[in-house]
């Protein structure tokens, strides 16, 4: 006997398109909730992600600037060797 309750035709239904669609709101609930779950997740890898390729061309242009400062340092450091104190 057909029910006129869409709950108890779920869950009592008996032919195969009804179990089918009862089947496809059981995956589409869990994927929804799944999808809540690595939305923050995915949301966390994307600034982390963001921040690397803001911060990685700072970082090695800092770098590229202290080398640079330490090179010209020793260089003035060794022209002034051969300046006599007085």
């Known amino acids: 006997m057909q029910s006129r309750n869409p709950c ?3 869950e ?3 032919d195969f398109n009804s179990s089918f669609i009862h089947i496809n709101i ?3 609930y869990y ?3 799944l999808f809540l779950l690595l939305l923050p997740i995915g949301f966390v890898v994307f600034i982390v992600w963001l ?7 700072f970082i090695s242009g ?3 600037r202290w080398k640079e400062r330490r090179k ?3 260089l ?3 022209r002034l060797k051969h300046i006599p104190k007085g």
């Open 8 to 10: 108890l035709y779920f």
């Open 12 to 14: 009592y239904a008996s």
């Open 26 to 28: 059981l995956i589409g």
């Open 31 to 33: 994927f929804w909730w």
């Open 51 to 57: 921040a690397g390729r803001i911060s990685i061309p």
């Open 62 to 64: 800092y770098l590229a």
């Open 72 to 74: 010209l340092r020793k």
């Open 76 to 78: 003035l450091e060794e």
